[in-house]
């Protein structure tokens, strides 16, 4: 009863039909109680309640005038970011194909067989005296573009003549390989082309391949273009000592990871196991020639000897400054300072790369070299079987531009090429000296967190 006197009280005050005192009255009223009889209730005129109402604002008319536009918001294309638009096309991989046994070949030689320089077998070759040549001769059917040669003992230079089909020479000139390999480009029209030795060589590939960017796989190729600088350098006592005790390195950071490593052999003299380890690193990922010292273990201990008498001049200590000046490593790695299984020449390198990293970054050391080169700081250095700092590179996982082996399988496949140490097992190595644990000997850019990285905080210069 209490809630109906007061709406009727809101409604009367709604129509001004109600004063205040009246209001007032019939409010104390309802405090008193009120009996209920069932007398019907005289007929109550309807209240008429008038609630004022806010009008909204009509909306504007718009006049739409006729349109050939479609009538939703066209989605915007999004520009392309400027990263995108200036990130080349790579170029795709044309392999050139082998034309040479397409091609007729003579010689001014004894030898006159081309076999060996067919067979993709760096072993196979021929020794050629000074100013003996050879010819290739095609038909106008095959598409010759490259020439190419692999000499394993250089001469002076090399005279090649290029004629069209009607005997017109198209080129006539010396060319003076930088390396072992060497490639020449054939002229638009060459039907004919002839190399004459200028100097005793050895040739081991003598080649004439079709248009494209790449050679097959099992032809070495070196990169012409690498500038005197590299991501990592390995020292390697010994032909085979860069897979049988380190081999986890090269198939993941040159293979896998295309990064720049360079090779260093302290004893780099045998000529057979020189071509065995040149195809074992092409196996491996290598794109860099080796470089190949003649340290012997009676220089390399002399030259051991002469650190710890503080005279550097004239021994291998001062050579591997002057390529770590040179070259300017980011990374090096070598041998353990316990030469694995206790090879005496293994320790002397792992002493020997050890003390140079010093010494490269030292103004005072060979003044000669640092106004050649300027001094240099390597940023790590990783020693085989070091127990401190440790860190072990995957070598299980199969590597995508290995051709899904891992890196121990592609460590094995290389060791193949080194016909004359078969007798050694790259299972029997990596168990009792596994050629994925290594250490962090020196670090400028700070310990590893343990990602298993050598290039972990390293910085391209």
């Not at 196991?273 to 040149?278: G, M, N, W």
């Not at 030259?303 to 001062?318: H, I, K, M, R, T």
Request: net charge negative.
């Amino acid at each position: 009863m209490l809630f109906i006197s007061v709406l009727m009280i809101f409604l009367l005050f709604a129509n001004g039909r109600v004063s205040t005192s009246t209001a007032e009255s019939m409010t104390e009223a309802t405090t008193e109680p009120i009996a209920v009889t069932a007398t019907p209730r005289p007929a109550v005129t309807p209240v008429e309640v008038i609630i004022p109402l806010v009008e909204p604002t009509p909306a504007p008319t718009v006049t739409l005038e006729p349109t050939d536009e479609p009538t939703s918001s066209p989605v915007p294309t999004p520009e392309p970011s400027p990263s995108a638009a200036q990130t080349p096309t790579p170029e795709p991989t044309v392999i050139r194909e082998d034309l040479s046994k397409k091609c007729s070949y003579s010689t001014t030689n004894k030898y006159n067989s081309s076999a060996p320089f067919t067979d993709n077998r760096l072993k196979s070759s021929i020794i050629l005296a000074d100013q003996t040549s050879m010819t290739y001769r095609w038909k106008a059917n095959v598409p010759a573009s490259m020439l190419y040669l692999f000499c394993f003992v250089m001469p002076d230079a090399f005279h090649v003549s290029q004629w069209d089909e009607a005997g017109n020479v198209l080129m006539s000139e010396d060319v003076k390989p930088e390396r072992m390999c060497l490639q020449v480009p054939l002229q638009e029209g060459c039907r004919k082309v002839t190399v004459t030795c200028l100097g005793r060589c050895k040739i081991n590939a003598f080649q004439v391949f079709g248009p494209g960017n790449t050679y097959p796989k099992q032809v070495v190729w070196w990169t012409e273009d690498y500038q005197d600088h590299c991501d990592l350098m390995l020292f390697s006592t010994h032909f085979d000592d860069e897979i049988l005790m380190m081999g986890g390195v090269l198939p993941i950071y040159a293979g896998e990871q295309r990064k720049d490593c360079q090779v260093v052999y302290m004893k780099g003299t045998n000529q057979i196991r020189k071509l065995e380890a040149i195809q074992g690193l092409w196996e491996m990922g290598v794109r860099r020639e080796a470089i190949y010292l003649s340290c012997t273990s009676k220089s390399l201990q002399k030259a051991l000897d002469n650190d710890a008498a503080g005279v550097f001049a004239e021994d291998n200590l001062q050579q591997l400054v002057n390529l770590l000046r040179r070259y300017r490593p980011l990374v090096v790695v070598t041998h353990d300072v316990n030469g694995e299984y206790g090879h005496e020449s293994h320790k002397k390198t792992s002493a020997l790369v050890r003390r140079a990293v010093e010494l490269s970054a030292d103004p005072a050391y060979d003044p000669d070299s640092v106004a050649k080169y300027g001094v240099w700081q390597v940023q790590k250095e990783y020693i085989h079987l070091w127990k401190e700092n440790p860190l072990e590179l995957d070598i299980s996982t199969p590597l995508k531009n290995m051709g899904n082996q891992s890196a121990y399988e592609v460590a094995a496949k290389a060791f193949t090429y080194h016909k004359t140490q078969q007798g050694w097992s790259i299972t029997h190595t990596h168990h009792n000296f596994p050629i994925g644990n290594y250490g962090l000997y020196f670090t400028a850019v700070g310990p590893d967190s343990g990602l298993n990285d050598m290039f972990e905080n390293v910085t391209a210069p």
